[in-house]
């Protein structure tokens, strides 16, 4: 049958025609009690359930609020906020009284609807895009017990309401099913690349290829690197602020590397590292770097070319986002000027996120940068302060406002040193699964939103009758003469002519 001959079978009453409305009590916040009631509030509705969280209770043994206490299997909406949200409540809410703005929608006939057929016609497309309508208010949306009494309502015999409810039953708790495995996948994806990760820093992941590609390291060379990258910064530097460098003492500034590991709980010092790898300290392959920020009040520091960076602009993915601010020439004379391909840790408050600068920038006090040596491959010196993450955290002292980690401390980071040839085999394996994973996460992404379009989709095509159209034609007897749509009404409305219109009053 048809969708157009499933709508000849079915009546097209409003919703008011069929169902009664009770809004809630305005429960004051002064009568809230430790215990007693759970007072269903706006936000304890959510989409199909009634969530416990920020429970206030009262006592509703009073005359006027006995009429608001609540059952279980009752059917509740919002009519406020994120309005039309529908939910049943279960014996664990119980006791339980009815807020304000919050609707009971019930039957008040012997001929009943279907609770269940109800509740998934007010999740369906029609019901929901018709309340998005008629709603009011900027701020918050709000909905009138009218505006959901005034519902077009698709009503089809008792048995076919019973047998779409069944259906959907089924064929929703199937689309939760993927749903739920799909949200998991992300949380899978974000241990893989830790585990990738580990396997990367600690030499697992480069095992058959140092095989075949040995190549030996030498301290000397590294401590060389350091210092040419130390004086190319000062240089640099100096020049920004317009000086003149006389002769070369200035060379003996140089800050010898530290030789502390200092990493007493073994969080981030790999275990068992190849015997062609050193354990070193950051300090000994890098230039660490504290950010300044120029004068605020001073705008000629302002609007140049140069990126100002700050911890809202280091993405957790690990690419910096725009910059709000930029700083001109004047300003960097202030100011170091940090080198693209250098890595960022956040060090104040937030502690341990990481990101890959790209270009030359100033970056703000709460930001070191480490600048890698010659020997250091950047992305190899980026993915291993990826690992840093709890020993960072562990690291930190505590201050009035924030936890902190220095410069000081942060170059005494553990830091597994290999050749810049094994480095980069191991930046090109650590792109390659993550490229992976990244596709991967995309085609969930695809998937979820697919899924989410999945349940309106099915409700659509249930409210149009295209899921029942094989029952209708198996039950001819059940959907019609006394069994028919239009006998049903029929009753509905005979019934409730006989019920005292107060009762059945939508009240606001």
């Known amino acids: 049958m048809s969708t157009s001959k499933a709508l000849k079978v079915w009546s097209r009453p409003l919703l008011g025609d069929v169902i009664s409305l009770q809004n809630g009590f305005a429960f004051k916040s002064s009568t809230y009690k430790q215990s007693g009631h759970f007072v269903i509030r706006i936000g304890n509705v959510q989409d199909a359930e009634i969530a416990l969280t920020n429970p206030v209770y009262v006592d509703a043994s009073d005359d006027k609020t006995k009429a608001f206490v609540l059952g279980e299997n009752d059917l509740l909406m919002s009519l406020t906020g994120n309005v039309g949200r529908v939910a049943f409540i279960k014996k664990n809410h119980l006791p339980a009284v009815l807020n304000q703005r919050v609707a009971r929608l019930f039957s008040d006939t012997t001929s009943c609807i279907s609770k269940k057929y109800l509740f998934y016609f007010l999740r369906s497309p029609a019901a929901k895009d018709y309340l998005l309508s008629v709603a009011k208010g900027a701020a918050q949306l709000n909905i009138s017990g009218k505006d959901v009494l005034s519902i077009d309502f698709p009503l089809p015999s008792l048995a076919e309401q019973q047998e779409i ?248 980071a553990p830091f597994p040193l290999t050749s810049l040839e094994e480095q980069t085999e191991i930046v090109r394996q650590i792109e390659q699964y993550f490229a992976f994973a990244d596709q991967v996460e995309q085609q969930v992404q695809n998937a979820q939103a697919r899924v989410n379009k999945l349940t309106q989709s099915i409700l659509a095509k249930a409210f149009r009758g295209e899921l029942t159209a094989q029952w209708r034609a198996d039950n001819p007897e059940l959907i019609s003469g006394d069994n028919s749509a239009e006998a049903l009404l029929a009753k509905i409305q005979a019934e409730r002519a006989a019920v005292k219109p107060a009762c059945r009053k939508s009240k606001d």
Not at 379 to 403: D, G, I, P, R
């Open 165 to 412: 409810a069944a259906q959907l039953d089924q064929l929703l708790a199937q689309v939760d099913s993927i749903k739920a495995r799909l949200d998991a996948l992300p949380a899978i994806l974000k241990r893989f690349r830790q585990s990738v990760l580990a396997a990367a820093v600690s030499g697992k992941l480069t095992e058959e290829w140092r095989h075949n590609n040995f190549e030996s390291l030498s301290l000397v060379d590294i401590e060389q690197s350091r210092r040419e990258l130390w004086e190319a910064l000062y240089l640099q530097k100096t020049a920004l602020q317009g000086k003149e460098l006389k002769d070369e003492k200035w060379k003996s500034r140089y800050p010898s590397a530290s030789d502390v590991i200092h990493d007493p709980l073994s969080i981030a010092t790999p275990q068992d590292l190849p015997k062609s790898w050193t354990l070193t300290n950051l300090d000994s392959v890098s230039v660490l770097t504290t950010g300044k920020t120029p004068q605020t009040t001073d705008k000629d520091n302002w609007d140049g070319e140069v990126a100002f960076i700050s911890p809202s602009q280091v993405h957790p993915d690990g690419y910096i986002l725009e910059p709000a601010r930029y700083v001109s020439n004047i300003g960097l004379k202030s100011v170091p000027i940090i080198r693209e391909a250098s890595t960022l840790i956040v060090c104040i408050g937030t502690i341990g996120k990481v990101g890959f600068l790209n270009t030359d920038s100033v970056i703000n006090q709460q930001l070191n940068a480490i600048t890698p040596t010659d020997t250091i491959h950047p992305k190899f010196m980026y993915y291993w302060c990826k690992t840093l993450h709890q020993w960072l955290n562990k690291t930190a002292s505590a201050t009035v406002n924030a936890a902190i980690i220095n410069k000081a401390r942060l170059s005494e």
